[in-house]
Nanobody, 121 residues
């Protein structure tokens, strides 16, 4: 089993920045990909960004150039740096992990509890 714990959400003004963290514990050697999803009120959960154990990254078009995913293997933590935030980025952000990279964008094996990000003036 793998446990994921997110932190770093909050309220920020448009144009501001936030950094989310996702700390992993448990049988983490089995994980080959991690990422972030988000779910806005009344909308489906969507994949925002992914990072593989090799460091390969992918981003949704809506966040390219504004969000950056990174990982610190020594701390078993994945980060999401969010810059130039917009009101439409408001959502609950979930950390996710998968044993197979292919599964992260479809059926992740593990989920965090989510952290709220609100972008508003």
């Amino acid at each position: 089993q793998v446990q994921l714990v997110e932190s770093g959400g909050g309220l920020v003004q448009p144009g501001g920045s936030l950094r989310l963290s996702c700390a992993a514990s448990g049988i983490i050697f089995s994980i080959n990909a991690m990422g972030w999803y988000r779910q806005a009120p009344g909308k489906q959960r969507e994949l925002v960004t992914t990072i593989t154990s090799a460091g390969s990254t992918n981003y949704a078009d809506s966040v390219k150039g504004r969000f950056t995913i990174s990982r610190d293997d020594a701390k078993n933590t994945v980060y999401l740096q969010m810059n130039s935030l917009k009101p439409e980025d408001t959502a609950i952000y979930f950390c996710a992990a998968a044993r197979r990279t292919y599964d992260l964008a479809r059926t992740p094996d593990y989920w965090g509890q989510g952290t709220q990000v609100t972008v508003s003036s």
